[in-house]
């Protein structure tokens, strides 16, 4: 069979939809998929670009053996990171097995109940579904796992690259491996992702606690790039003359971005919703300026349901124009068809999320992918020096140089102590099984893979805390039941979630849901969401609703969040950049002058020849060139080891990039001290407090704060060789 086209062993109604298509031929990410799941019995990567094919590459064979020996329970388990992806993917499979009498079924929280009653009746075909999803089945309807997935086949994960090294990721292997368990069965695992540069790392997270070798199937992208960065200058506004250029440079910036998207499908994306939403509002002010049309869109998770689908559907199926400015939530997968341009305002915080931005765009046949970077910057001539560098243009030149010069991804971090996962798995397997033992529960939980680097003694720790604060409680025959401060969190929906989600008020117009707001202003207030800018008429505390009417007025910011962290390599390319001469050929004028004049102040300043640098007085600017995880732990070194030994009474840290000591040690023995506490190789325990139990996930504080110290020195902390 082996030496057959792949093509003529796909099922008849597969040929017969890509008969329809009009496709020439097979892509080669979905020959290397027939090969591997035809003809071994191993696990499955398939790493590709954005619109190669890769949902079909896993689909076509998988959904061939199911028609060929149709599955007695869920043949196909697809797991998505979106409910958005998740109901694209659903009308594309739709589609395609309209003819094949095999049933696909989506579940999440907007999916009825009549349709879930109806897959735990006659379980077969293929079952779409969040993580969150998953982990309500598990823990409310244990019973029913066994019929769902005994001959379950496949397991394919979408965008796997949002899951490794994050929580979810935990979550998403404690699952597989719990409905392995639960149901019997042993299925192959896919994985896809457009964004991934180490394969053997994605390859051994695919196939924890499995017996089979996992295979990569990586086409080369021959895919043209098309890029620009322009940069825009925001001189700081101290007397009149100075807010008015301050002013005018905002409304030419804002009049660039309208005039290289109006015309076009257009995505624009942001790194916050405030931006995205900012944005939205002033193009549509540049809009009515001009009396032209309104073509433009907001989408982030903050937005109603109804309002995200429009932007979708615009951006897909509509004629166009059409642009939406964007968080993450339109980073992943979700197909918008034909979109001619990708507009990055600032720069993305690492090289994974700019290959995912880029493949945006460009999706069809030969066409090229367009990302245009608009980079605003504050820039104020009397800043000190380190704040007068442009951080984030370097920042996009750097990602674009290490992904279209070197290839270079950001490796996958592993946590190694996952304390919060830990405690959520915990109680999600408590529930389920209603009762355990200590010894059963510590067998289910620490055999599961994201857990093999706990030990008996560190779960006795951690169960006896949870038995302390009434998480959990001891029977009178010695076994373990939920407690009453567990069952409150553990019976409500956010606990289905590993990741953090805060607090929302839902926000309406009348009785339209125009979506949430974690910060609630008075009444009287105005704020900006779904790109318009509302007056709150009422705060309804009791149901965290707010109600609102249209306004015009200013704008506030109305979520909490934070920035991405920066890979050392990326921090490294930066100070490359400045240390250059490189003219880059996509930078525009504004941005090439942007840059010789920081390289200019870099040389004349000594920026790059040394890290400690005299910021008058008793203070100096430590510019580490690091990344963020040992840029934090070069910043407890300084509070925590070095302190009270130098003398040092201020220790401001503008991360990653620099930070500002005063105290009374000079410069030599400041730098001394660093090095001799990185090249000693500090315990890690001795840069937290004494009191301090810092948490790096959801749920690290209701674990043991012992427990919670050593993870975050081992997660949560690194120390990195000293070369300056």
């Known amino acids: 069979m082996s030496g057959i086209h792949p093509f003529h062993r796909l099922a008849p109604f597969i040929q017969e939809y890509i008969y329809k298509k009009r496709w020439d031929t097979l892509k080669e990410a979905q020959v290397g998929a027939c090969r591997v799941l035809f003809d071994s019995p191993n696990h499955l990567l398939i790493a590709s670009g954005t619109a190669s094919g890769k949902t079909e590459a896993a689909f076509f064979p998988a959904l061939t053996e199911l028609y060929e020996r149709p ?52 379980p077969s075909g293929v079952l779409q579904i969040t993580p969150e999803s998953l ?33 979810r990721g935990i979550q998403v292997l404690s699952q597989l491996a719990r409905v392995e368990r639960m149901a019997g069965c042993q299925p192959r695992r896919i994985g896809l992702s457009a964004t991934l540069g180490d394969y053997d790392a994605a390859c051994e997270w695919l196939g924890a606690g499995t017996p089979h070798a996992v295979e990569a199937v990586a086409p080369r992208s021959g895919r043209k790039l098309r890029l620009n960065v322009e940069h825009f200058s925001f001189p700081a506004a101290h007397d009149e003359e100075q807010t008015e250029h301050a002013a005018n440079a905002r409304k030419a910036y804002y009049d660039y971005i309208y005039d290289h998207t109006r015309l076009k499908k257009a995505l624009i994306f942001t790194n916050s919703r405030s ?54 939530t339109l980073e992943l997968g979700i197909d918008l068809g034909e979109l001619e341009r990708v507009v990055q305002l600032g720069a993305p915080y690492s090289c994974s999320s700019f290959v995912q931005r880029l493949g945006r765009s460009g999706r069809r046949g030969d066409a090229v992918s367009e990302m245009l970077f608009t980079i605003p910057e504050e820039e104020d001539e009397e800043a ?27 490796p996958l971090a592993l946590r190694k102590k996952p304390i919060g996962l830990l405690y959520h798995q915990t109680m999600s ?9 200590p010894a059963e529960l510590a067998r289910e939980v620490l055999t599961l893979p994201p857990f093999r680097n706990f030990d008996a003694e560190e779960y006795k720790l951690f169960l006896r805390y949870l038995l302390q604060t009434d998480h959990v409680q001891r029977t009178e025959e010695g076994t373990l039941l939920i407690g009453l401060t567990g069952e409150k969190l553990v019976n409500h929906f956010r606990f289905y979630a590993v990741f953090k989600d805060d607090e929302e008020h839902a926000v309406y117009n009348g009785s339209e ?16 969401l779904a790109g318009k800018l509302w007056k709150v008429v009422e705060v309804d505390a009791k149901h965290r609703a707010v109600y609102v009417k249209p306004a015009r007025g200013k704008v506030d910011t109305l979520w909490l969040g934070a920035g991405g962290d920066v890979h050392t390599s990326v921090m ?13 050929p996509y930078l525009a ?7 010789e004049r920081a390289r200019r102040l870099a040389r004349e300043s000594g920026l790059l020849r040394q890290c400690v640098i005299p910021a008058g007085g008793d203070s100096y600017f430590i510019l580490p060139w690091v990344g963020t995880k040992p840029f934090r732990t070069l910043e407890r070194i300084l509070k925590h080891r070095l302190a009270e030994r130098l003398a040092l009474r201020s220790i401001v840290p503008m991360e990653p990039y620099y930070m500002v000591v005063s105290g009374h040690a000079d410069a030599p023995a400041l730098l001394d001290q660093l090095r001799a506490e990185l090249n000693n190789g500090t315990d890690l325990m001795n840069l937290l407090g004494p009191e301090e139990a810092p948490y790096l996930g959801k749920y690290d504080e209701f674990v043991a704060p012992e427990l919670v110290r050593k993870a975050f020195a081992v997660d949560g902390l690194e120390l990195f060789p000293v070369e300056w």
């Open 572 to 584: 490294a390319k930066m100070r490359d950049i400045l240390a250059d001469h490189e003219i880059y």
């Open 384 to 410: 000190q020096l380190p704040a007068r560098m442009p951080w984030t243009l370097l920042r996009a030149i750097a990602v674009i140089e290490l992904y279209v010069r070197d290839k270079w991804i950001e």
């Open 513 to 528: 849901e125009l979506g949430s707001i974690t910060t609630v202003p008075p009444p009287g207030y105005c704020f900006s």
């Open 135 to 167: 982990e309500g089945l598990l823990m409310n309807k244990p019973n029913a796992i066994p019929a769902l997935f005994h001959d379950l086949r496949y397991v394919v994960i979408d965008e796997v690259h949002a899951f490794m090294g994050a929580d």
């Open 71 to 122: 599955s007695a329970s869920v043949g196909i388990l697809y797991i998505g990171p979106l409910k958005a992806l998740i109901n694209d993917q659903f009308e594309r499979l739709n589609d395609m097995l309209r003819e094949a009498g095999i049933p696909v079924c989506h579940w999440h929280g907007d999916v009825s109940q009549a349709e879930k009653a109806k897959l735990l009746k006659r």
């Open 275 to 328: 931006d995205a939403e900012l944005t939205t509002l002033e193009l549509r002010r540049v809009a009515a300026r001009r009396q032209e049309r309104d073509v433009f869109h907001v989408h982030h998770g903050s937005i109603s349901a109804m309002l995200r689908e429009e932007a979708e559907a615009a951006l897909r199926v509509g004629r166009g124009p059409a642009v939406a400015a964007a968080t993450v």
């Open 429 to 437: 397997i408590l529930k389920g099984m209603g009762e355990a033992t």
């Open 589 to 595: 004028p504004g941005a090439v002058k942007r840059l």
